[in-house]
Antibody, heavy 122, light 111 residues
Framework: QITLQESGPTLVKPTQTLTLTCSFSGFSLTSSGVGVGWIRQAPGKALEWLAFIYWDDDMRYRPSLRSRVTIVKDSSKDRVVLTMTNVDPGDTGTYFC??????????????WGQGSLVTVSS | QSVLTQPPSVSGAPGQRVTISCSGSSSNIGADYDVNWYQQLPGTAPRLLIYINTNRPSGVPDRISGSKSGTSASLAISGLQAEDEAVYYCQSYDINLSGAIFGGGTQLTVL
């Protein structure tokens, strides 16, 4: 059974750096085609793909956030960490850690964590 | 504004059939990239409903189906039940973004 659990701060001040950790189990991030990453959802808004890291160390980022976001994996500890610098209130939302497998470039988001609500406010 | 366009809302009475459309372009669905669908119940994480256009994960009833044609895709739910009331999202890949894209979501209301 695949499980993913997000952890991190619930409140961050503008201009600060947000660090979120995803701890997962039930699969290996070294298995072919597998990816783990982050999708966020602002309150009352649609889902927004942010960043993913894959079994072969490939990393993909949302172009509009590329300068502020970094994703790294620690396969030995089954964790993926997202870092977002210089946050602003527009980054407020629920951040989901997601397991994916890729078929012909299209990620299939099979399993989701429960989500971590992050508020950016002074 | 989402790259994939969905109607904001649809509704139907119990037992009826509804469809939710997802309109894309030549840089995503029209470029022959697959479409997946997700269901999000209030206060919960999304759940995979349909993958690779027409396939259902185990546990998803066969009254739920997906299709794709040209630059669009559709999700159909027949035999509507109260438990189907949720927000539904389509998702694909976009060449210009070099990543996943989602529709704006469609609120399904069971009357």
């Amino acid at each position: 059974q695949i499980t993913l659990q997000e952890s991190g701060p619930t409140l961050v001040k503008p201009t600060q750096t947000l660090t979120l950790t995803c701890s997962f189990s039930g699969f290996s991030l070294t298995s072919s085609g597998v990816g783990v990453g982050w999708i966020r959802q602002a309150p009352g808004k649609a889902l927004e793909w942010l960043a993913f890291i894959y079994w072969d160390d490939d990393m993909r980022y949302r172009p509009s956030l590329r300068s502020r976001v970094t994703i790294v994996k620690d396969s030995s500890k089954d964790r993926v960490v997202l870092t977002m610098t210089n946050v602003d209130p527009g980054d407020t939302g629920t951040y989901f850690c997601v397991y994916s497998h890729e078929v012909d470039y299209t990620d299939i988001f099979d399993s989701w964590g429960q989500g971590s609500l992050v508020t950016v406010s002074s | 504004q989402s790259v994939l366009t969905q109607p904001p809302s649809v509704s139907g009475a119990p037992g009826q059939r509804v469809t939710i459309s997802c309109s894309g372009s030549s840089s995503n669905i029209g470029a022959d990239y697959d479409v997946n669908w997700y269901q999000q119940l209030p206060g919960t994480a999304p759940r995979l409903l349909i993958y690779i256009n027409t396939n259902r994960p185990s546990g998803v009833p066969d009254r739920i189906s997906g299709s794709k044609s040209g630059t669009s895709a559709s999700l159909a739910i027949s035999g509507l039940q109260a438990e189907d009331e949720a927000v539904y999202y389509c998702q694909s890949y976009d060449i210009n973004l070099s990543g996943a894209i989602f529709g704006g979501g469609t609120q399904l209301t069971v009357l």
